[in-house]
């Protein structure tokens, strides 16, 4: 679970709010298996994106990751 430096959100957030859209929170399902059958030890868990950009992740609550998204937007601004 990396975690992206404020000077990488300042440019996620400018770029987003330029074209008028918001960092999205996302509930993400896991993975089980490979195309071969083989388990991925991937685990569900809620991120931080939007579209199909994922910028953080490993989030086991929406309120973690909505705390997160706060943080991120109190240092930022």
């Known amino acids: 679970m990396k975690r992206l430096n ?23 399902d896991a993975v089980p298996f490979d195309g071969d059958g083989h388990p991925t030890g991937e685990e569900n868990e809620w991120v931080l994106c939007f579209g199909t950009e994922l910028f953080e992740d490993g989030f086991r609550t929406e309120r973690e990751a909505e705390e997160r998204l706060e943080e991120i937007k109190r240092t930022v601004t």
């Open 6 to 28: 404020t000077e990488e959100w300042c440019h996620i957030l400018r770029n987003l709010e330029e074209e008028g859209q918001e960092v999205e929170i996302v509930w993400l």
